[in-house]
Structure formats: structure tokens, C-alpha cells
């Protein structure tokens, strides 16, 4: 990051209004003082270790690797609780939240997997808890809903698509600002958060560096992320920019390849790469089955793209429903929705790859009922 809030000069900034930028200087001040502070990191370690189930296993598909010719391993960010790979992001952001004595947290969510960590968090360190989500999510993850209740968590749930979603978390912002902590579960938004959360998602990328390391007694030939809902991309690729031997690939929907097809735009609180209508205007997140995806991309992981350091690649849906299929019938689990993505991008990639190479997919949830019951449609069909 060359200058303040900004990754390779252009992407990132504080786009906001002015009432929020004493909350934004606040979390910046405490991010960049806890990075020296111990008791931070014991308190940290303690709930993404004993209470998340950190560190995640490095699997090797063996069956897979087996057919596909190079060993594919699978980072099972998925096994952490909650089901979702941002669970040390926010964490993080409570824990920073707490020092500064906020009472309650506020988590806008595409995805109800990270309302189920925030809650749940919110829960065990004695903070109250807002959930913001879309009506369309609400109306399927009724078990996810259930979950978060029951850890006392508040559920809004609003009509229309993320954006208007996150209007509505911003304005209770507004009006809490001095008792709120704002949640972000990816590397985007206004700065600090794009810096903040890569700070504690990069565990992912370290992790899997000792593990592979262990395991090989080398890198990885590559590494695929999905580029989500989440920062499981950000967070493993960010240990590896100066691993020029190891390529990283970052997994994009098809109808939703920002950092492939996206231009040059303000929203969210930060300048970016985002698919844009006929007058320059942002367009926002699209739907997929029964969750809208985020509008932009992370800050970070459009100036790495741009610099060539991350290849994007676009995957279809069909492309990511039989991936997963072939994991569940070769290694006996089911990749989550955003995962069978990265999966379909690595196992196309393999074949541009040695037996003794090794390649590295990150699954960043757990398969949720509506991805299941896609995948058990497609496997009807055949």
C-alpha cells in the first residue's frame, strides 16, 4: 500500500460521509496500536483457536489427485465454526470494537453463514449483536436465522438487493456511531477495513505456507480462490505476493466477473473495479439462487490483478456444480457454493501441471441446504 488507504495508488480511499469519519479514524488508531499489543493477540488467538477451530487442516485429495494428475490439496477453511472462512476477520473487528467501548455490533450479510459467526462471537465476548440481510436470504436460511437468535443476535431483515441492505446498516451506523462497531467480513469498504481485513485473514495464507512446508517441503505450484462474499482470497494470496514461483488464481461467477470485466468506479466507501451499466454508473451485486453477491471488488485484489500478480478466471455455474459433485463422489464431502468455484478453476488448471506439482484450493464455507439441493438436481439429471 503506497499511500494512506490506497493499494498501487488507485484502488482503495475513504469514501464517506463526514459524520463516520471519526469512527473510521478510531478503528484505523487502535487497528495500527493492537498490532503491537499481545494482550490483542492472546485474546485473538484464543477465541479464533479455542472457539473457532484454528488452525484449519491442509487435506490432500488423494482420490482427485489420483485422477487429475498433480496433488490437489484443499485448505479447509470451511471446518471453522460457523462454516465460514471470515471467521478472524470478525473477530478482530469485535475484539478492536470492545477495546474501544462499543457494546454492540452491527454486520450487514449476503451470506448467513457470517451472521452465524458474528453472533455467536458477539455472544461469547458479552456484545449485542444486529444482523442486516436481505429478504431473499432471509426467506430461504431459516435454520441459519434460528441460529443466530438463538445467540440473542437482532435479525433486520430488508427488502431489495446489498446495496440497499448496506444503506440501512450505514444509517444505524450514523445514529450509533459511538456504541457500534461496523462489521466488514471482506477486504472491502472504506479504509481502514480493506487493510484491516486482510490483517487478520492472512492467517489463511500463513497457515497454508507451514502446512505445505510440512507436508512437501515446498510451495505450491498454485493457489485458487474464490472471489466472493468472502476474504478467503485476499487472506491466502496476501503471504504469497513475493512467491513469484507460485501462481495465484482468483475464481470469478460468470455473471459476476468484476475483477475480469469491471471498471474503474467509486462506491461502498472505496474506488474499485465494478461491472457498470452504459453511463459509468455502478452496478449492484447480482443474485445467485437465493444470495445477492457484493458489488466491487476488494481493493487489494484489484491492484494485484492489475499488477499480474493475480490471474482472474471466469467459471460457470454448471462448471462449479459438477466440481462439486466429483469432490462429494471421490473425497465425501460437499464444497460450499462460492468454494466449487475455486474447485472448478483448479481442476481446468491441472492439466497445465506436473505429477510432482502440487496445487492449492481454498474452500472458504460449508455447503449451505440450496447448494446441496442444486447439486442434487444436476445429479439426477445425469
Not at 469498504?189 to 492472512?202: A, D, I, T
Not at 485458487?224 to 462474499?229: E, F, L, Q, S, T
Not at 457484493?294 to 462448471?319: C, H, I, N, W, Y
Not at 464455507?365 to 439429471?381: L, N, P, Q, T
Request: hydrophobic share 40%; glycine share 8%; proline share 5%.
Amino acid at each position: 500500500m503506497e499511500r494512506r488507504g490506497y493499494f498501487h495508488q488507485k484502488f482503495g480511499g475513504q469514501y464517506m460521509p463526514e459524520v463516520l469519519m471519526n469512527a473510521l479514524s478510531e478503528m484505523e488508531g487502535e487497528h495500527q496500536f493492537v498490532a503491537q499489543d499481545q494482550c490483542f493477540t492472546k485474546e485473538l488467538d484464543y477465541f479464533c483457536n479455542e472457539y473457532g477451530g484454528r488452525r484449519t487442516p491442509l487435506y490432500k485429495a488423494r482420490l482427485l489427485s489420483k485422477k487429475y494428475g498433480p496433488d490437489i490439496y484443499f485448505k479447509r477453511e470451511d471446518l471453522l465454526s460457523g462454516g465460514g472462512s471470515s471467521f478472524q476477520a470478525i473477530a478482530g473487528q469485535m475484539i478492536i470494537g470492545k477495546r474501544t467501548g462499543k457494546n454492540k455490533v452491527l454486520i450487514p450479510v449476503c451470506n448467513p453463514q457470517h451472521g452465524c459467526i458474528a453472533a455467536g462471537l458477539a455472544a461469547a465476548m458479552g456484545l449485542a449483536c444486529e444482523v442486516v440481510m436481505p429478504e431473499i436470504t432471509a426467506r430461504s436460511h431459516h435454520e441459519e436465522i434460528l441460529e443466530m437468535q438463538l445467540a440473542n443476535a437482532l435479525i433486520t431483515i430488508i427488502p431489495g438487493d446489498f446495496e440497499e441492505v448496506c444503506r440501512t446498516a450505514e444509517a444505524c451506523w450514523i445514529a450509533q456511531a459511538p456504541e457500534v462497531v461496523y462489521i466488514q467480513t471482506r477486504a472491502a469498504g472504506p479504509h481502514p477495513y480493506p487493510l484491516m481485513v486482510r490483517e487478520y485473514q492472512k492467517v489463511i495464507g500463513e497457515e497454508l505456507k507451514e502446512q505445505m512446508m510440512e507436508a512437501c517441503q515446498k510451495l505450491p505450484e498454485l493457489i485458487v480462490a474464490a472471489a466472493g462474499d468472502d476474504a478467503a482470497a485476499v487472506g491466502a494470496f496476501a503471504p504469497f505476493k513475493d512467491e513469484t514461483g507460485v501462481k495465484l488464481i482468483a475464481a470469478e461467477r460468470e455473471d459476476h466477473a468484476v475483477l475480469t470485466r469491471g471498471e474503474e468506479g467509486i462506491a461502498g466507501g472505496m474506488r474499485s473495479l465494478f461491472l457498470q451499466d452504459e453511463q459509468g454508473e455502478c452496478l449492484p451485486g447480482r443474485v445467485f439462487a437465493d444470495m445477492p453477491c457484493q458489488a466491487g471488488a476488494e481493493p487489494e485484489l484489484a491492484a494485484m490483478a492489475e499488477k499480474k500478480r493475480v490471474f482472474p478466471s471466469v467459471v460457470t455455474r454448471d462448471e462449479a456444480i459438477l466440481a462439486a459433485l466429483e469432490v462429494a463422489a471421490l473425497e465425501g464431502f460437499l464444497p460450499g457454493e462460492n468454494s466449487s468455484y475455486a474447485v472448478a478453476e483448479a481442476l481446468k488448471a491441472s492439466r497445465d501441471y506436473a505429477l510432482d506439482e502440487n496445487i492449492v484450493v481454498v474452500l472458504s464455507g460449508k455447503a449451505e441446504k440450496s447448494w446441496m439441493e442444486a447439486c442434487m438436481r444436476k445429479k439426477v439429471e445425469r
